[in-house]
């Protein structure tokens, strides 16, 4: 799974935008959100959902590979022994949001260390 950046200046009109270039394209949003004028979106083909939102005059678009793990909503802690684990493995933490079936999206610096770090 990848996450793709995106810029979206105009808040609501821009995730209209991006989700209307992405769904006509057949491209799934499995998770994500927008904040600070950033949206993250969880998609299974990242090079594509670019592809997609570049052609139809969509700048700035990063891809990168995400990290997904479970996490259990209801063990209070669950969040912070993960972001401990990150933390102490030397890990950076760029982006982190929820996908659709309540596990962690991590967008981290290092995939591998991060995987090893939470195994």
């Keep these: 799974m990848n996450d793709i950046s995106v810029p979206a200046p105009d808040g609501a ?19 994500g959100g927008m904040w600070s004028g ?10 594509a959902a670019a592809r ?22 209801d ?8 972001m401990n684990r990150l933390a102490v493995g030397g890990i950076r933490l ?3 949001y929820s996908d659709h079936d309540n596990r962690k999206v991590l967008v981290v610096d290092d995939p591998r260390a991060a995987r090893a ?3």
């Design 13 to 31: 009109a821009s995730l209209a935008r991006i989700g209307a270039i992405l769904g006509g394209a057949g491209i799934s949003l499995e998770g």
């Design 38 to 47: 950033v949206a993250h979106y969880l998609v299974a083909d990242g090079d």
């Design 52 to 73: 997609e939102l570049q052609s139809a005059g969509v700048d700035g678009v990063e891809v990168r590979p995400a990290v997904v793990v479970p996490l259990d909503a």
């Design 75 to 82: 063990v209070p802690g669950a969040l912070g022994w993960i």
């Design 94 to 96: 760029s982006a982190q």
């Design 117 to 119: 770090a939470l195994a």
